[in-house]
């Protein structure tokens, strides 16, 4: 990492951590890290970018959590609501000891709380050498662990590295591998491979489904990935996360070609019905 992201830092200069939601636009924060910093941060996890923290949340994990959102990501997803944390360098670039001190502040809090810590992204994998140090410190300091991620990356993580996440937030967008293509750019194989391999460790996983009538909701590929995540044995709930249009400013801020215009979110029998899927299988689902 280049001398004036750490003077930045060092002068307290940089960009506030905090942040009201992961929905705050944030473009070009790490713009001036060359790029050979760029992956001496990557190869080392001593630093790493990240878009914000954000507290209160009681979605990302059991209890209220802190959640660090990471910049970076490979996947497209059409229905993205974060297309700026696609960008490595849109977020702030941070070492992992600034990271820590920023998660200290909260844990007094969220030990009154039964809340804990969430690492979400963008993909946090991206940087998964800054995601285990991260996530690592949070488990000394006796804080409960999650990993929000899509998985693909996931044989980055050795087995050792999963010791200091307690839960996993595991991303299923589909099940139809043509169709998972088309949603995200990317396959779902590696995916599901992550997927079985933290059942084979018995690693707690919920799934989180992203429920978007015309691309999601047909009903063999919710049944198919209910049948998948109930088979595993280790998926504690689902999420049905219904789709929203609060990232579309996003895409059209960044001058991207956002396709989902004139996509509803789904009903309430919509979410119910995709949810009675999951319960089919065994699952319990919200
Ligand atoms: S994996 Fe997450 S951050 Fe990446 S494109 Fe998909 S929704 Fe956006």
Redesign the pocket.
């Known amino acids: 990492m280049g001398p004036r992201a750490l003077s930045d830092e060092a002068a307290g200069k940089a960009p506030s951590l905090g942040a009201k939601s992961p929905f705050e636009l944030r473009v070009n924060l790490g713009a001036h890290v060359s790029e050979t910093d760029v992956r001496a941060a990557l190869a080392t996890g001593d630093m790493g970018f990240l878009h914000s923290f954000t507290t209160g949340s009681a979605l990302d994990g059991p209890g209220v959590r802190v959640v660090a959102w990471t910049a970076g990501?490979?996947?497209?997803?059409l229905?993205?609501?974060?297309?700026d944390?696609?960008t490595m360098t849109n977020g702030i670039p941070v070492s992992v000891t600034r990271a820590v001190e920023e998660l200290r502040k909260y844990r007094a809090g969220l030990a009154v709380m039964s809340g804990g810590f969430t690492l979400s992204?963008?993909?946090a994998l991206m940087q998964h050498r800054f995601a285990v140090k991260l996530l690592a410190a949070a488990k000394d300091m006796g804080i409960h662990t999650a990993l929000d991620t899509?998985g693909c990356y996931g044989d980055r993580l050795s087995d050792a590295d999963l010791e200091s996440i307690d839960l996993v937030l595991l991303?299923l967008?589909g099940w139809d591998p043509a169709r998972h293509r088309a949603l995200?750019g990317m396959d779902i194989g590696p995916t599901l491979d992550f997927a079985r391999r933290l059942a084979a460790r018995g690693k707690p996983i919920w799934v989180r489904f992203?429920l978007v009538p015309g691309l999601t909701d047909a009903a063999e590929d919710v049944e198919d990935v209910a049948a998948f995540a109930g088979g595993l044995g280790n998926v504690r709930r689902v999420d049905v996360l219904p789709f929203h249009q609060m990232g579309r400013f996003k895409w059209k801020a960044l001058g991207l070609r956002y396709q989902l215009d004139d996509v509803r979110p789904p009903s309430a029998e919509e979410v119910e019905r995709a949810c009675a899927a999951f319960r089919a299988a065994g699952l319990k689902a919200y």
């Open positions: 990501c490979m996947w497209r997803c229905y993205c609501h974060n297309p944390t696609w992204g963008g993909e899509h991303d967008k995200t992203v």
